[in-house]
């Protein structure tokens, strides 16, 4: 077979060879994705809005002189009459819906801090653990190294 052919205690030694100029490099860890840091849904723009100006009125305010004015005041005052119960259910129902979205962003809020600090948890879970397989390697690594006439009898 000539020198093509490797003897077994060659072919072991070029291995052991191979493995002592391989670096062995801790698998990467980087940190999980996050989303768009977003400003707190209880401080949105359109909830302050709502709190302001969900309460409907309950009369006219019509004011002026003359008598368009007066034919005004007349007609808004029996229209807001005939209308009060209409009026009055449909504020408190303007009332518990404002109400309730404010409840729904405080939870939106918290969910979202509690979304938060899970993927904080997680990266230094994820970066323990790669620090424990990376000092577990080495230390295999370095055990496994034998002198060459050891069989590990």
């Known amino acids: 077979m000539g020198e093509a052919a490797l003897g077994a205690s060659e072919l072991v030694e070029q291995v052991r060879e191979r493995a002592n100029r391989l670096a062995w490099a801790p698998p990467a860890h980087e940190p999980l994705e996050r989303t768009l840091e977003r400003r707190r849904l209880h401080d949105h723009p359109g909830l302050t809005y709502a709190h302001r100006h969900w309460a409907l009125p309950d009369h006219s305010s019509e004011t002026g002189r003359g008598p368009k ?11 807001f009459y005939a209308l009060r119960h209409y009026l009055q259910a449909e504020r408190d129902l303007m009332g518990h819906l404002v109400r309730l979205n404010d409840d729904l962003a405080k939870r939106c809020d918290e969910l979202t801090e509690a979304h938060r600090e899970l993927l904080d948890e997680l990266d230094s879970r994820f970066s323990d653990a790669a620090s424990s397989q990376e000092k577990l390697a080495t230390m295999l690594d370095r055990g496994v190294q034998r002198p060459t006439g050891d069989r590990g009898a």
Do not use: D, S
């Not at 005041?73 to 229209?79: A, D, N, P, Q, T």
């Open 69 to 79: 004015a007066w034919i005004r005041r007349v007609v808004g005052r029996f229209v």
